[in-house]
């Protein structure tokens, strides 16, 4: 287990807000790493595909959720680290370069050319989320992971940025402010994932990081240790449950539970003779059905979703630098036969991605449905108090801590949209 950069005794709350569910973990830094003190869940209301479409029912499911992991922790909550998700994410590769003026690259040096890599042009309705070093170019000597301290005369960064829409940001961040609480950072749902279930190993040969929730799917990549692209696709699990409702004629939520406890992504993998029951709608008595035409509902729509991230996969570019092959995570990794069909499709090795190098209350997190939150959990105790827009290592590089919260940074961004709208529309009347 790493060591935290938090102090010990610091408590550190995880907020996943996803579609169908909302996750509170608390956790509590130590000597040898994090415990986890207490877990709370809520069903989600007010979301849709990771975006927020609801304020009030959001507040609701974001109390319900962060009540129950206080009483259990036994500790008072006051601020989380808070995942970010959704298909108006965009993530571009960037570079700057800068040059060196007393021939030592110092932090500050480093810090200037993230910067300089970081401003690059978008449009005046999204702000920059996360800007992660790659690898550092001092002079003519590339893949540099550390340069603080190297003599050189320039340094280039090639660095990944995560964007997102000004709006989207601003309604999460208002519905967990209304909870009385402070969002100390904003994460990418998927890199805060990768905290909780990939190897140092896997990030540095080549993975791919496959997390199935239930408005979308997200993906990134690593390789040589550091994040080099990251998609969202917009299918999930509710899709599935979707398609159940509709196949077995019966109410949504009897789709979910039929999907959860008999759902199965490959129909060959399913005795044919095992029947369940489906509860009828309207006073309609219920029916027998066999599984087996529960799987043949489930299958095509798991495989159109596992043929987009093979898409995905392709178009990145890094196909062949997978040497760890796929790592699956998010509720929809649950499904029965949800990894074979993974290998099927992809043709890559993949496994099941379940939160490790935690302490505590271990079983209650151990699920592919809690990366996320766990994974805010470590991600805050490695990197705190960074804000929105703060500079992650996608190495051993540790990025400048950034003052001010989420809210500040983000209404500072929609202010300098509204200004610069302001004076557009002046020179048009004018000219």
Not at 60 to 75: D, L, N, T, W, Y
Not at 263 to 279: L, S, Y
Not at 358 to 374: I, K, L
Request: charged share 20%.
């Amino acid at each position: 287990m790493e060591r935290p950069t938090a102090n010990a005794g610091e408590i550190i709350v995880g907020l996943d807000i996803g579609t169908t569910t909302v996750r509170a973990v608390v956790g509590e830094v130590g000597a040898d790493g994090v415990d986890i003190t207490g877990v709370g869940e809520a069903r989600s209301r007010g979301m849709r595909k990771g975006v927020v479409v609801n304020i009030e029912s959001t507040q609701q499911s974001i109390r319900e959720a962060v009540e129950a992991a206080k009483v259990m922790a036994g500790v008072d909550i006051a601020t989380v680290y808070a995942g970010i998700a959704g298909s108006h994410l965009r993530g571009v590769n960037s570079h700057g370069i800068v040059s060196i003026s007393n021939h030592e690259c110092s932090r500050e040096d480093v810090e200037r050319v993230l910067d300089q890599a970081r401003r690059i042009s978008m449009p005046l309705d999204r702000t920059v989320v996360h800007v992660l070093p790659q690898d550092f170019v001092i002079d003519q000597q590339d893949g540099v992971r550390e340069p603080v301290g190297m003599s050189s005369v320039r340094i280039e960064a090639r660095v990944h940025l995560v964007t997102a829409a000004v709006s989207s940001v601003q309604n999460l961040t208002k519905c967990i402010e209304r909870c009385n609480l402070h969002v100390a950072d904003l994460v990418l749902t998927p890199m805060a994932s990768a905290e909780a279930v990939l190897t140092e190993d896997e990030k540095e040969i080549g993975v791919a990081l496959v997390d199935v929730g239930g408005g979308a799917t997200d993906v990134v990549i690593y390789a040589d240790g550091a994040l080099r692209h990251t998609a969202v696709l917009p299918i999930g699990g509710d899709n599935v449950t979707n398609d159940i409702a509709a196949g077995l004629r019966t109410p949504a939520s009897e789709a979910e539970r039929i999907k959860v406890r008999y759902g199965c992504a490959m129909r060959a993998m399913v005795d044919p003779e095992d029947a369940i029951e489906v509860p009828g709608v309207g006073g309609r008595p219920s029916r027998s059905l066999s599984r087996e035409f529960v799987a043949s509902i489930t299958e095509p729509r798991m495989e159109e979703l596992f043929e987009c991230v093979a898409h995905t996969l392709q178009e990145s570019g890094l196909m062949e630098r997978l040497n760890a092959g796929v790592v699956l995570c998010g509720g929809g990794a649950l499904l029965e036969g949800s990894i074979e069909l993974a290998e099927q499709v992809l043709q890559l090795p993949v496994r099941r991605g379940s939160p490790t190098g935690v302490g505590g209350f271990v079983e209650m997190v151990r699920s592919p449905a809690m990366a996320t939150a766990v994974g805010l959990v470590k991600y805050g105790a490695a990197h705190p108090g960074r804000g929105v827009g703060g500079i992650v290592s996608g190495s051993t590089f540790q990025g400048p801590v950034k003052a001010g919260g989420a809210s500040e940074k983000i209404a500072q961004a929609a202010g300098d949209a509204r200004l610069w709208g302001k004076f557009r529309s002046w020179i048009n009347e004018v000219f």
